[in-house]
Structures are given as C-alpha cells and as structure tokens.
C-alpha cells in the first residue's frame, strides 16, 4: 500500500467505534431548522448565479398593475383611480399565486440533478432539501409584493388603511405565497417533469385567480359562479387584503385567510415530504 | 488490515450484512424486472470489499438500497448492525455516498459545495469553512475552489464528491464506479486516494466494471451478474479460474484449430478456450512466462500462427469462466452456446 499522507482530519476510524445505538434516530427540531436555512442559503446562492429568476416578480408587476387598471377601470369602476383599490389587493394575490408557482418547475428541475442523491444520503430532515427553496423564495414574494404596492401608488393609489393596514396586506399576501407554494411544491415532488408541473401549475392557477373576486366585484358574476368564487381561498385572501389596505382593517376575513394559508401548509407540507421520501 | 477492530462474535465485525436483497422494477404482472435477485453481501470492518459487475447487473441498484435511497423489495440488510429499513437516519449518519455520477451541486462553488455538506451535517459556519478548505487541500482542489463545479473536468468532480462524503467522516463508505470515464492518470490519482482512506481504517464498499481496479484495491470482490452473486473471494481466487494473463493465437490456417488446442492442452495440461472468430485460442495462463512454452509446442508441432498476444484476463473472460456467458450480451446468441461447453 502507499504511505499514509497526514490528513487534517482525524481517521475515519474513529468513528468505527462509535456504537449505532448512540445515534440519533431522527433529527431534532434545532437541527432541522439549521438544515432548512443551509439550504434556504443554497437557493440564494443560486438565485445570485440565476438574476432570470427575478425577471418576472419585477416585470410583472408593473405590467399587470398598469394593464389590468388601464383596461378594466373604466369599464368596472367607471374610472382607473376609483378600481385601483379594488384591483390592487386582487393584483396582490394573483401575484403571490404566479410567483410562488415557479416553484415547482424550479424544485422538479433541482430533483433531477445529481446533488439531490447527496441530499437524500445525508443524515438531514427529508423536509429540509423542500423547506429551504420555500424560505429563500419570500425574496421573491417580497420583492413582487413590494413593487405592486409602489406601482400603484405612483398610479396614484393612496390606500385608505394607512401605513399599518398596507403593511399588514403586504405582509398577508407574502405569507400567503409562502402557504400556497407548498401546493407547487408537493406537485413539483410527484410530477415526472418540470414541463408537466408547469403545465398542471397552470391549469390550477388560472382559475384560482380569475374566478375569484381579485378583478372583479362577485356580486356581478352568475349564481353558480358566484358561489364558487365565494369559497376560493384566493377571494379570502383579496378580500382580506383589502380590508387591511383599503379599511386598515383584521376583519374575519384575515383569520379566515390565515386559517386557509395554515391548511393548505397543513395538507400539501407532509404531503411533499412523503413523496419526496418516496421518489428516487 | 481487518486487525483495527477484534470481534467478540462473528457477526459483530460486519459493517455490512445483507442476505436475499431484492429490487424489481416494473409492475406485478406485466414485465417485471428483478434488477437484484437475492444478493447476500457480507462486508468486514476495515475490509475493501469489490462489487465487480457490467453495466446494468444491478450493482448501482444494490448499493442505493444499502444507502437508504431506494426501498428494498425483498431481504433484509443492515449496517454495523442498523437495520437500513427500521432506522434509515441511523444509517444515514454511518455512510459516506460517492455516486456513480458526482453528486455536487452544479451553480455552487467547490467551497460552497463543501460548506453546505458541513452545515447540512451540523457543523457551525466557522468549522464549516475550516473543513471546507482541509479538504480542498487534501484533494489538490484549492485552487479551483472558486470556480462553479460547472467548469470542473470529471477527475475534479470526482475527487470533490469524493471530499464530500468524507465531510462527516464515516466509518463506512460506498464507492459506486469511482473510475469510470477517467483518464489513466486520474484514475491512478483516484486509486491512490482510495488507498489513503484505507490505510486510515475506512471500510469501503467499492462497484467497479474493471477486474484490474478490483484487483488493485479489494480485499474481497463479488462477481454480480444480472442482479445475482455468481462468485466471491479474494481476487487471487478468482483469477484462478481464467489465469493471471492470457495469451490469445490465432492460427494461419483456421482447419488447425483443434489441433492447436490438443497441443496446448499437452504443454500446459488444461485446455485453451476458442475465441468467437474462427482460428482463435484464449490460453489462460497462471502466468505469463507460460507463454512461452506454449508457443515453442506450437512451433514444434509445426504449426504456424498470424499473433499472439500476452495480456490480463479482462472482465469478460472472468466471466466467461464464472458466468458461461459474456458481460455483454452479444447479438449472435449461437457464440454462447458453443462456449459454454468450454468452461468448466
């Protein structure tokens, strides 16, 4: 054999001797925690390497803000000053839906590659390699809620809730991006490629946010219609928005937001870890 | 080499203990495929074991199994007595995975790479950074460390991965083709690493398609051949079987065929194997001086050959010696069945 190269490390041996019934059989909440902002810490360094990913929560906002009031004000509110605080808080939540679908594709591309056999080998929390992207992407949620926010004030918004209640709605949409991202994820986790998941993405987006009360009021929409926009968590959420923004306002409808964001955690999280766990 | 750990009793000095591993792919009932079928692996501590294979006879399969990443659809296994289906975590914490592709993560720098593994494995930023720019160092890498792995040449990646998986420095590591694709001189620089984590007490758990790199660095190899063991020992008893080189004639007139054979059988006492082509002799030779000897009963029985060549048995012979069938399956199956009358 060669000659033995003085390591930095000690030998591997040492740890031969450590008896299996000392090892954790799970890891603790504390490690778990490290483990998801290690990984949230991977997704920044990507999204640094990757500046495309920052394309559509800059550009939308500023194209969806401008388009959608300019061609519904009239039409809707009889002009675009008077729909903006109708259509802003709608924006807001449209915007969470679209930022956080990226997510999916982006996990079901990551999946693919050779570092997630790593991931899975390791000693770490199944949820981590998932929880990590979802923490890094408030970036993303943060920088799109903040721009339709400023955009619609330069278009002359001035809401009537005030500083708190805006930063309460702006704060509500970013958690609700956050919630809703886990549907994307756990789709992104059992999807056999990332052009599926965008596809699939779609479907579940579109009628998310148009048949909800984001664009327009849903007292003007047919009965059926209207009962189903009025159970879309997407409306919860508008609504919501808007009584923080326009009435600076928790009405129910902020619990009853909040409470929808916490099922669809509740639901879609271990739903993602199971068939991630499962997945190859 | 297994002195570094005394067994009390004889299961105890396993680090890996695996009997009637099974994965089929596919479902029940239509066209199932039974990638492992009833391997049986019994890896010592401190032990280089080989795991020596073709392409597709499950040896990946059956050390993703063993490492927690696919379920196990039939047998049991456990690691330093860790049942790998009840406590993958356990598991988890005592191996080291090289993949047979590097498993690095490709937009992040080399230290980058190496720090998350160690953040991921616990260790706080400052130790982290100190372990990262050890191991740079260790693997000649510390120069590329700020390059993206993108930019990388295979050797590279492959020793990185290599360093990662020692990042959490465990007692046992899995190797899956770690030469595959590499030059001969970074495949010699692999080698001599492995070497390294060896003489440190590391047990390793090696897959190779190479009989000579099994040969260089295992103690003990498995021969896997369509997801079932056909033979185990040290690689002096294997090469038993087909010699420690081969001589390979081919004959000028091809109608001499038999007759050559009957005249090596007589030089050396053991009978030459016929190549596909007609007029070819595969002598297995214990070594290579025997050679020689073959060729000057040859010329005494006047007859003439167009080239001889000494060389190391390779993979496929040892398979045809083991198997009665070559690694790779051929297009004309008639070729099998005229050789395996020839082994024994």
Redesign the interface.
């Known amino acids: 054999m060669t000659a033995v190269t003085e390591s930095p490390q000690a030998p591997p041996a040492v740890r031969a001797a450590v008896v299996p019934e000392d090892l954790a059989s799970r890891p603790s909440l504390r490690e778990t925690v490290d483990q998801t902002l290690a990984m949230a810490w991977r997704a920044t360094k990507k999204m640094r390497r990757n500046p495309e990913q920052f394309f559509d929560v800059t550009i939308q906002p500023l194209l969806f803000t401008a388009m959608f009031a300019y061609i519904f004000g009239g039409a809707i509110s009889g002009s675009v000053k008077d729909y903006l605080p109708l259509i802003i808080p709608g924006i807001l939540a449209q915007t969470a839906l679209t930022t956080c679908m990226a997510m999916g594709t982006q996990l079901r591309e990551d999946m693919d590659k050779g570092v997630f056999d790593r991931f899975r080998s390791l000693p770490i929390a199944r949820i981590a390699p998932l929880a990590g992207p979802a923490l890094a992407d408030v970036i993303r949620y943060t920088i799109a809620a903040t721009l339709t926010i400023l955009v619609g004030i330069a278009m002359g918004y001035r809401p009537g809730g005030g500083v708190l209640g805006t930063l309460g709605g702006w704060l509500l949409t970013i958690v609700a991006a956050w919630s809703l991202a886990w549907i994307f994820t756990w789709l992104g986790t059992v999807a056999r490629s990332a052009q599926a998941v965008q596809g699939i993405s779609m479907m579940i987006m579109f009628p998310l946010t148009f048949l909800s009360n984001a664009f327009v009021p849903a007292e003007s929409l047919p009965g059926w219609l209207e009962a189903f926009v009025k159970v879309n968590p997407v409306s919860h959420v508008v609504t919501a928005c808007r009584d923080l923004i326009n009435e600076g306002q928790v009405t129910a409808e902020v619990g009853w937001a909040l409470l929808g964001c916490a099922a669809v955690v509740a639901i879609f999280a271990p739903l993602a870890v199971r068939s991630y766990s499962r997945k190859l | 080499m297994n002195d570094?750990?005394p067994s009390p009793t004889p299961r105890d000095d396993l680090a890996v203990d695996a009997t009637g591993l099974v994965k089929t792919f596919g479902r029940p009932g239509s066209s199932v495929f039974r990638a492992v079928d009833g391997v049986d692996l019994q890896v010592v501590?401190?032990e280089v074991f080989g795991v020596l294979g073709p392409n597709g006879a499950g040896k990946t399969t059956m050390l993703?199994m063993l490492?927690?990443?696919?379920?196990i659809d039939g047998g049991r296994a456990s690691i330093?007595?860790?049942d790998v289906v009840d406590?993958p975590?356990?598991v988890?914490?005592?191996?080291g995975?090289t993949?047979q592709?590097?498993?690095?993560?490709?937009?992040?720098t080399a230290t980058?790479n190496l720090v998350?593994?160690a953040?991921?494995?616990?260790h706080r930023w400052p130790a982290a950074r100190t372990?990262a720019a050890?191991?740079l160092?260790?693997f000649g890498l510390t120069e590329a460390a700020t390059r993206?792995i993108k930019n990388f040449s295979g050797g590279m990646r492959r020793r990185l991965d290599l360093a990662?998986s020692?990042i959490?420095?465990?007692?046992l590591?899995f190797l899956d083709e770690p030469t595959t694709g590499l030059d001969p001189r970074t495949r010699g620089q692999m080698w001599?690493t492995i070497?390294?984590?060896?003489?440190?007490?590391?047990?390793i758990l090696l897959t190779t398609q190479y009989l000579d790199e099994a040969d260089q660095l295992a103690d003990r190899i498995a021969v896997i051949d369509a997801g079932r063991k056909v033979a185990e020992g040290t690689p002096e008893e294997l090469k038993a079987g087909v010699g420690s080189s081969t001589l390979h004639l081919r004959l000028t007139d091809r109608t001499q065929t038999a007759a050559a054979a009957a005249v090596v059988e007589r030089a050396l006492g053991e009978a030459p194997v016929l190549t596909p082509e007609a007029g070819g002799l595969n002598v297995p030779l214990a070594n290579a001086d025997g050679a020689g000897d073959v060729l000057i009963a040859l010329r005494q029985a006047e007859l003439s050959i167009t080239t001889a060549t000494v060389r190391q048995p390779t993979l496929d012979e040892v398979f045809l010696a083991l198997t009665g069938h070559h690694s790779e399956p051929t297009e004309n199956d008639h070729q099998n069945d005229h050789e395996t009358e020839e082994v024994a």
């Open positions: 570094t750990l501590r401190g993703s490492a927690t990443l696919l379920p330093f007595g860790v406590q975590h356990r988890r914490q005592l191996l995975v993949g592709y590097a498993s690095v993560d490709e937009n992040l980058e998350l593994f953040r991921l494995l616990g372990i050890d191991l160092e260790r993206q990662a020692l959490s420095r465990p007692p590591i001599d070497r390294e984590l060896v003489a440190q007490g590391s047990t």
